[in-house]
């Protein structure tokens, strides 16, 4: 079945410590998307990619960075710039743009 | 500054009755999607609006789209408690590989 794949589920961070979220996708999809959601919240755009070596900052790109060797694949890094990492990280894709959004499962990044 | 606003935020109501949620945008996008999220988890796409007018049905929830009013309703029709979540709107940004996201609506539905 077609999807997309994130992990871990759950993560927890010691202060200091940089972790990789993985997201993969086998729909084909040329655009992927990194998306933070905060308790109670909506969501907010993190880095966008449209195609393989290439991508762009959302709203709140600092303390995160990203890659996208793969068309597959898309993950982000949460470094220790990043002030408040505590959240819910979820990656998406689309067939192209202005396309439906399909999401991952959604990371759970907890900074001890 | 673009904006997608959804009202209301939160909605607690009985099962059997029928409610309405609005998003309103100040973009000139004629796409707008639908998504919901259950607690915990992550969202799911329900709806697709892509022009004017349109109007989509999916069991006991119905989505329409009115461009010229920048305003798009999510219409619930005698509610079961299945649809307790929470819903959010979106729309293409300047860059339509972008969406503008509502900070969504909290559904509770009592039996």
């Known amino acids: 079945d077609g999807g997309i794949t994130q992990s871990p589920k759950y993560l927890f961070r010691k202060e200091g410590q940089n972790v990789t979220l993985s997201c993969e996708q086998n729909l084909n999809h040329d655009a992927m998307y990194w998306y933070r959601q905060d308790p109670g919240q909506g969501l ?43 959240a819910f990280y979820l990656c998406a894709s689309t067939a192209g743009p202005a396309g439906e959004l399909f999401f991952g499962e959604g990371s759970r990044l907890t900074v001890l | 500054e673009l904006k997608v606003e959804q009202n209301p ?63 798009s309703t999510l219409h619930i029709t005698a509610a079961v408690h299945d649809l307790s979540a929470t819903y959010f709107c979106a729309v293409e940004g300047d860059s339509n590989y972008q969406l503008i996201w509502g900070a969504g609506t909290k559904l509770i539905i009592k039996p």
């Open chain 2, 9 to 71: 935020l939160f909605l607690s109501m009985q099962e059997g009755k029928n409610y309405t949620i609005y998003c309103n945008y100040s973009t000139t996008s004629d796409r707008l999607y639908w998504y919901r999220q259950d607690p915990g988890k992550s969202l799911e796409s329900l709806f697709v609006l892509l022009s004017n007018g349109a109007v989509k049905q999916e069991g006991r929830l119905m989505a329409s789209l009115d461009t010229k009013a920048r305003l």
């Open chain 1, 44 to 86: 907010r755009l993190i880095y966008y990619s449209q195609i393989v070596n290439d991508f762009q900052k959302g709203d709140i790109a600092e303390g995160y960075s990203v890659s996208r060797e793969k068309k597959e694949s898309f993950p982000l890094t949460v470094t220790s710039a990043q002030k408040n990492p505590t």
